[in-house]
T-cell receptor, first 112, second 116 residues
């Protein structure tokens, strides 16, 4: 069935470096993608989203890239800080009014 | 901004009892809410779609009689775990869809259920 998966389950970076978290999706009909940050014991926190008619979207210190050809999504975090340490999930939505399918998650650890 | 509130945030119950978790949209009306389950170090797994005024739509493998969902108003959905067992212990998260003001999805803070 449809699935959204991640290439790396864990990622460790040095403070100040850039982080790249990857995600592969399988449903070519997906038209909306969201990246979430989840801290231990809390609900997902919205980071950035992108629609399928775009290839790139930038936020504050974060950039999401979408490659529809290979069905790949990435989240780039610039100048990673200790407060960025968390689990990051990508999620896809395919015109189902809020229904999201989540990827497996990547745990980002930032070393001071 | 819009907020989705879950209650209780933590609950401990005995095996065999039932426990209810509430999900409320505080400043918008959510015709659709979603319930997810999450195990430690794992992703969020969609359990069901809760539609106001109609029966919930359950994902494959989720027991309808085990996880009762009621969406009686546009701001409240409840998940009742019936005859709870230790394997039901998990983190339950709801989300609410605001399809009126911008197709935005809001998540609650989650509810930790421990069955002893």
């Amino acid at each position: 069935g449809e699935s959204v998966g991640l290439h790396l389950p864990t990622l460790s970076v040095q403070e100040g470096d850039n982080s790249i978290i990857n995600c592969a999706y399988s449903n070519s009909a997906s038209d909306y993608f969201i990246w979430y940050k989840q801290e231990s014991g809390k609900g997902p926190q919205f980071i950035i989203d992108i629609r399928s008619n775009m290839d790139k979207r930038q936020g504050q210190r974060v950039t999401v890239l979408l490659n529809k050809t290979v069905k790949h999504l990435s989240l780039q975090i610039a100048a990673t800080q200790p407060g960025d340490s968390a689990v990051y999930f990508c999620a896809e939505n395919y015109n189902q009014g809020g229904k999201l399918i989540f990827g497996q998650g990547t745990e980002l650890s930032v070393k001071p | 901004g819009a907020v989705v509130s879950q209650h209780p945030s933590r609950v401990i119950c005995k095996s065999g009892t039932s426990v209810k978790i509430e999900c409320r949209s505080l400043d918008f009306q959510a015709t659709t809410m979603f319930w997810y389950r999450q195990f430690p170090k794992k992703s969020l797994m969609l359990m069901a779609t809760s539609n106001e005024g109609s029966k919930a739509t359950y994902e494959q493998g989720v027991e309808k009689d085990k996880f009762l969902i009621n969406h009686a108003s546009l701001t409240l959905s409840t998940l009742t775990v019936t005859s709870a067992h230790p394997e039901d212990s998990s983190f339950y998260i709801c989300s609410a869809w605001d399809g009126v003001s911008g197709n935005t999805i809001y998540f609650g803070e989650g509810s930790w259920l421990t069955v002893v």
